[in-house]
Structure formats: structure tokens, C-alpha cells
């Protein structure tokens, strides 16, 4: 008995000190958690942005949409360099066979740094002066934020509002003008409203995997439940980042630093997994414990919106994103639970059944 009580003892211990320390780790990583998105700090949307046309078409300069309409490609192959104007018809970046450049003087290079057009703009910025160009790529092709052609952030169109459930064209005609000698092209294209799936049934799932897991840990064979319950909810949150990571446009410094809190969930889930087939199962605890608050956190809690939108900037497609952020939200869910609660009463008492002595023999 007093052997049982200091293994009990000690998982409590071992929980106790567990809980702070995911405090402590959540609070180190909240910045990596808030760049995560989804996976490496993207942004889901129920806005489509396409690219129309390019006016007079140009041979050898391409313009696309990346990132869920987030932002635009611009590739010019053409050998001559073209000039992207601003929101205030100002140079705003130059793209050639010699690099890419952007005036620094230009309110446009501002706004874009931001999700949200602000409200004031520097007084040094001046779309008259002359530009001050600073080389930012080595080219032809360049990327970045124009709110001409992203809606996320505004007021939500009245259209919308009314049916929510339908689709709108709610910007029917976008502009950026591009120059090339004397020449002024124009890059059209449009924003349309597309209404996402139903949340609901993949909510359900998500809590159907966690019960199943739940029910499958106070059964004989809870140490092959919670292995195969942290083997997948680790690599649904590997692919979906790796969907992330490929769809994302950011440097792979900020991506890795956007993955910080996954790639924690992943060595701790694997840590919980090596105890577990050795047997360790109340040490097993605090890494289950661990992992499935940074899963929740990294691949679940801050996802919840790929549910229920449409456009989803992720090289995994929708169904596929979907599908694993519901994989880390029930199976991480039904870690951390199970890591509370404990192990099964029938698997501590033939724990501890093996370790008494046998009782002896009345004569």
C-alpha cells in the first residue's frame, strides 16, 4: 500500500509540475503560437481573389494570386523592368532582370505592411517626393500585401450581411496599374463572397475522436489507444503544417519560427510515446499532458476557423486541412483528459496485485 501511495505520490507531483510548465512554455511560445495560423501564419477567408486580366496583355509578365487572395505574385520575364504603382499612382516597386526595389518614400510600401489599412500614414511619406529605392529581391518575381485586391479586415458588405449563405462578387473590378516605359498596363481581377462549410460535422468528429480515445483508455488496451491517439495527432499536425509551410510565402526563418509550438508538440508526443511502449506510463502522463495542450494550442484551438471558411491557403486542401486540424482537436483533447484523470483502476490494481508479495498459507 505505502508503495502505491508514493507512485500516486509522485504522478501528482509530476502533473503539478507539468501544469506550469506548460504555462510557462505557452507564454514563451505565444508568439510563435499567434504566427502559427494556420500552421505558419496564414489567414483563412471565405473571400475569393482572381486575377482577370492583364491590360494590354504584356508577353512574358505573369500576375497571380497566393495565400488565399493575401497576396500578389508578380513575375516579369519580359527583360525589361516594370514599375508597380502605389495606391496614390506613386512608384511603389520596381521589378526587372537587374532585382526588385521598393520606394521606401511611398505611403503604398506603409499600408502593405499591415492586414488592415491604418488610419494615418507618417508625414516623411510622401507619394511626390522622389522615390528612395532600397533593393529587397534579386528577381523578376516579387510578392507582397495589396489591399486593392483583399477584402479581409473591412466592414462586412451589405450583400453578405443579407445572405450570408450565398455567393456575392462584392468587388467586381479591382485595379493595380503597372508601368513599363510609357506604357501603362492595368492588372483587373475580383473579389468574390464564398460561402464556407458548415462547422458542425467536423465539431462532431472531433468529439467523437476524443470519447473513442477516452472509452479506448479504460479498456484493457488503453496503452495501444493512447500511442496510436498521439501518433496521429502528431503527424496530422506535421502534415498540416507542412501544408502551411508550403502554401506560405514567408522567409523560412519566420516559418520556422511560426512552427515553434508544433515542433514542441511533436519531440514531447514522442516522448510520451517511447514511455509508454517502455512501460513508464505515469511518467508517460506528464508528456501526454504536455503534448496535447501544445497541439491544442498549436494545431487546433487557433485553426478552429478552417472549419468554417472557404478559401484556406494550404498546399493540403481544404478536406485535408479540415480533416487534421479535427485529428489534433479530438485526439489532443482526449490527451489531455486521459493525462488527468489517470491511469485505468484495473491497470494500477494488476500493477500492484504484481508487486505484493503472495499471502501466506495457513497451516
Not at 498521439?230 to 501544408?243: E, K, P, R, S
Not at 516522448?271 to 517502455?278: P, T, V, Y
Amino acid at each position: 500500500m505505502s508503495t502505491r501511495r508514493a507512485a500516486g505520490r509522485l504522478a501528482v507531483a509530476r502533473l503539478g509540475l507539468a501544469l506550469p510548465l506548460a504555462v510557462v512554455l505557452l507564454a514563451v511560445l505565444a508568439g510563435p503560437a499567434a504566427a502559427h495560423g494556420v500552421g505558419v501564419g496564414l489567414r483563412p477567408t471565405n473571400y475569393l481573389t482572381t486575377v482577370k486580366a492583364v491590360t494590354p496583355a504584356l508577353p512574358g509578365l505573369s500576375v497571380r494570386v497566393l495565400e488565399a487572395g493575401d497576396k500578389i505574385e508578380l513575375t516579369n520575364r519580359t527583360g525589361q523592368e516594370v514599375l508597380v504603382l502605389g495606391y496614390n499612382q506613386e512608384p511603389y516597386l520596381r521589378v526587372g532582370p537587374d532585382g526588385v526595389y521598393r520606394n521606401e518614400r511611398s505611403p503604398t510600401s506603409y499600408q502593405n505592411r499591415f492586414s488592415t489599412p491604418p488610419s494615418r500614414i507618417p508625414p516623411d511619406l510622401d507619394p511626390s517626393a522622389p522615390p528612395a529605392w532600397r533593393r529587397i529581391g534579386p528577381g523578376p518575381r516579387t510578392v507582397w500585401h495589396d489591399h486593392r485586391s483583399h477584402r479581409e479586415g473591412l466592414e462586412t458588405p451589405p450583400e453578405v450581411r443579407q445572405a450570408p449563405g450565398q455567393r456575392h462578387v462584392v468587388v467586381p473590378n479591382w485595379q493595380i496599374p503597372i508601368r513599363q516605359g510609357s506604357r501603362t498596363f492595368i492588372v483587373s481581377g475580383s473579389i468574390t463572397w464564398v460561402p464556407g462549410p458548415s462547422p458542425w460535422p467536423w465539431a462532431l468528429a472531433a468529439a467523437l475522436l476524443c470519447a473513442g480515445v477516452i472509452l479506448a483508455s479504460r479498456t484493457r488496451y488503453w496503452r495501444q489507444a493512447l500511442i496510436a491517439a498521439t501518433g496521429v495527432a502528431v503527424v496530422a499536425d506535421i502534415l498540416h503544417t507542412a501544408g502551411s509551410w508550403i502554401a506560405s510565402t514567408a522567409s523560412a526563418a519566420v516559418k520556422t519560427y511560426g512552427m515553434g509550438v508544433s515542433a514542441a508538440a511533436w519531440i514531447v508526443g514522442a516522448f510520451a510515446i517511447l514511455r509508454l511502449l517502455r512501460g513508464q506510463t505515469e511518467a508517460a502522463r506528464t508528456f501526454l499532458l504536455l503534448a496535447g495542450v501544445f497541439l491544442l494550442l498549436a494545431g487546433g484551438v487557433l485553426d478552429l476557423p478552417t472549419l468554417g471558411r472557404s478559401q484556406l491557403p494550404s498546399a493540403l486542401g481544404p478536406t485535408g486541412t479540415r480533416a487534421a486540424v479535427t485529428a489534433v482537436l479530438g485526439l489532443g483533447a482526449a490527451m489531455v483528459i486521459v493525462a488527468l484523470r489517470g491511469l485505468p483502476k484495473r491497470a494500477r490494481s494488476r500493477a500492484g496485485a504484481a508487486k505484493r508479495p503472495p499471502k501466506p498459507i495457513p497451516q
